[in-house]
């Protein structure tokens, strides 16, 4: 136990495990209620009883601390509280901090001459909580104990009434409405602590006696214990013997770390970490603008920040919820927009009013809400909003309302899922104990204790206001000076674990986080996509946040825990894709994360040459992400049928701005060289018809072509194995890992040549193999890959449409001669190598590549093209 601090001067209050006490005397305290309860003038009173189960419930570090009146706030208006030792152990304890001794002050100790000051003064007394025939009970006694008593009302919610805001505030406006002048809240810790902290104004009581069991005391339903066994300071006891299956918990598991908690006091604010208060902003009547929104000049309550990557399924449903929240408050609106591709960008440009930033590359979600907060001054909060999200009607008034009373530096709402139900969206600080808590049980034993699990799943702390330590970044009010005090978001966050990281920052500068129930927001919780790379990247990033902020060997302990996660749920194939991930931290830097690209100019012109042979399958969603370019910046795009028996050609032409050519021979070198005498235009990017690839790589490759030394160049790319076989991933994840992937221009589908490097080689030869080719053609200082946006590959679905592929590259290298490269590829693939699961993908690649070279050799000269179709299945 540390050292106990006492006062040599009397003191009122004294701090106790978190909690603030208030040191009267019996009759000291029957006078301040008697005070209040008979003045017009002050604040409502609220008395409560603090013991060691109050301690539990609202002592530091507990769900409910700083619910009640612990914490400092921005407004000196509302409820006044009370705070009178009732439990043995806090009595002792303000004897020896300050010297004196205390009495206890239990509400049944009280509530007797609390009755009787108010049948003289001629007030009236309600009662809340018990049963029907708890109030006949109580009717009787009272009437017989205090008959002048006038009884404003007897109230009995049931539990689901509590926990409807609506419901129970109609009850408060009940009781206001029988003139209730004393109104005795005996619902129990904490339900009664936290109706009376949101409800208890409405009433329009000038005192609240927070006195848990009184109604069954004076009903004469629960006796006393006797008076040996409290001086004996054993009454927990007695009544742990006489109700053991309600009270066992709250004595035997809940109540010993309160008790060292109460042993570890001091006084106020001693032992309670840095608060930090935000500067008192004000919370207009109503908005000015009329369903618009501010523009930068313009003051704003809330500066909404919106992060977008191909949100256009989304984004009207959000804006139409923001402008009706302007009813309420002055918002300007910030989109920033990772590069989308789809219809994104037109419905910005249909809402002029809203502030749209092109953040030249996929800057991830930090990097996004850094872009777009560069443009929130002038405004007293900043709102971050995912945009697979609605705001419900009232939300944003009802969260500033709140960021203003507390003094927090950040206000979260409550988020429903698409049915509407609660989403459990408050976390607790990840650490070791945690982590392999929900590796091992995951979301079964969801009432666990708080250090087994991240996730708060308690649904009562879904129903009321309190502190909380993070929650899913869905959703976020954060004021203004601390947004400033934290400073940017960590880019090396490009999805998951970004808001952890701010919120813990943001409570290291000592600002605390509310969790607001009263308002609400709708998450579709789809708007960031699904794929194993991002699964992989959630874990992966868990691993990450815990290096950031814990020294080396906490970290390693907590990647083991990760990685226990993952092998717990390795029947999942997306979990089985983490869980390798994990184990090889070669491969993270592979993981999706932020890019960029130059701006696109609207001349940047070049020229896209796409040979395609029956591709009516995937020639569309090819054209779909660049056919822009050709509309709206310049660039030629040619697509070159050779030898088509399908709708490819037809296919192709209802995009506008792209050109078709057909020619009769199926051949890619013929189709290559017939876009090549089409094209006009320089650089030229080549690209397979089944490779995806983003506007801004397109861009960034040309820039390289026409402001650098190189030739050559391919922007970087990305292997999509969904769906395909395990051994096709095998084949692809050791393939990943060999250095010259990353180095070489072949295997991305696409490469791009100045006017310059094509004359190196003149006409494409009929060759299988064109990109190794053209890879051969130049030294290292005259190609580049260029680290932008990725293409997408998609790999063949099926262990036969891969081995067509190499089999068919097989023929291509032997085609083009040159200098074999089975040895470097060999030294490249055992380096990489770090463990079983990478020896694995080793061997695997091996036995389909000798595969491949035997199949190669017996082919016939006269084969026709080997090609995957399984692929072009997605």
Known sequence: MTAVETYAQPVERVNIGGCPLDLRLHDEAI??????????????????????????????????????????????????????????????????????????????????????????????????????????????????????????????????????????????????????????????????????????????????????????FLANRIERAPRLVVDAKMEWAWRLAREPRRLATRYLVDGPPAYQAVRRGGPMGARRPLVRTTPPISVPIAGELGGRFSSAKQQASIAVVIVTFNSARHLPELIASLRAETADLNLRVIVADNGSTDETRDILAANPDIISIDASGNRGYAGGINIAVSRTHAADAILILNPDLVVRRGALVTMLGRLATSGAGAVVPKILDPEGATYPSLRHEPTILRAVG?????????????????????????????????????????????????????????????????????????????????ASVQHDQGGSGAS??????????????????????????????????????????????????????????????????????????????????????????????IAPLATENGVEIIVACNGCTDATASVARE?????????????????????????????????DADIETHPGAVAAVFHTLTSGDALAARPAFRYNTAHASSLVRAYYRARDRMPSTRKSLWGAGAYALSEEG????????????DDLLIDAAFGRGEKSVVATEPVRVNTPRVTAGLLAILTRQRRGNTQAGGTSTTWSTARELAGSIRGPLTLADALAYVGLTAWSRVAAALASPTTAWERDDSSRKI
């Open 438 to 518: 929900d590796a091992l049980l995951g979301s079964h034993y969801p009432q666990r204790p708080t250090w087994s699990t991240e996730q708060d799943v308690d649904v009562e702390g879904y129903q009321h206001a309190h502190l909380a330590e993070w929650a899913t970044g869905a959703a976020i009010l954060i004021h203004q000076e601390a947004a400033r005090a934290v400073g940017a978001w960590d880019p090396q966050f490009f999805l998951y674990s970004e808001e952890t990281d701010f919120f813990r920052r943001l409570r290291g500068h000592g600002y605390t986080v509310w969790y607001e129930p009263s």
């Open 532 to 625: 194993t790379e991002l699964a992989a990247l959630m874990a992966v990033n868990r691993v990450r946040y815990v290096r950031k902020h814990h020294p080396r060997r906490y970290a390693r302990v907590f990647h083991a825990a990760v990685v226990l996660h993952e092998i717990m749920r390795a029947y999942d194939p997306a979990h089985r894709a983490a869980l390798r991930i994990l184990l090889d931290r070669s491969t993270w830097e592979r993981l999706p994360q932020a890019t960029e690209w130059p701006e696109i100019p609207a001349d940047l012109g070049g020229t896209i040459i796409i040979p395609a042979h029956d591709e009516e399958a995937v020639i569309g969603r090819t054209l779909r992400l």
């Open 31 to 216: 006078d301040a209620i008697r005070q209040r309860a008979t003045s017009v003038d002050g604040n409502p009173l609220a008395v409560v009883s603090v013991n060691l189960d109050h301690v539990h419930h609202f002592g530091a570090g507990s769900r409910w601390y700083g619910t009640i009146g612990e914490l400092p706030t921005t407004v000196e208006d509302g409820i006044e509280w009370l705070n009178l030792i009732d439990g043995a152990p806090l009595a002792t304890q303000a004897e020896r901090m300050t010297g004196t001794h205390w009495p206890r002050l239990a509400g049944s100790d009280l509530i007797e001459d609390i009755l009787a000051n108010a049948e003289l003064d001629g007030l009236s007394v309600g009662i809340m909580g018990g049963n029907e025939e708890t109030h006949a009970a109580l009717r009787a006694t009272v009437g017989r104990g205090h008959p002048r008593l006038r009884i404003a009302g007897l109230w009995a919610p049931s539990r689901d009434e509590l926990s409807e805001h609506e419901v129970a505030h109609a009850q408060a406006l009940a009781i206001a409405e029988a003139d209730t002048d004393i109104l005795v809240v005996c619902l129990g810790k904490p339900r009664q602590e936290l109706w009376i902290a949101e409800h208890g104004e409405a009433t329009g009581a000038r005192v609240l006696l927070a006195f848990g069991a009184v109604v069954d």
């Open 655 to 687: 995009f506008a701005g792209v050109r078709v050519i057909e020619i009769a021979t199926p051949s890619k070198a013929a189709a290559l060289n017939a876009g090549d005498d089409a094209a006009t235009n320089w650089p030229r990017l080549y690209l």
């Open 758 to 769: 094509h004359e190196r080689f003149g006409r494409f030869l009929a060759l299988t193999a």
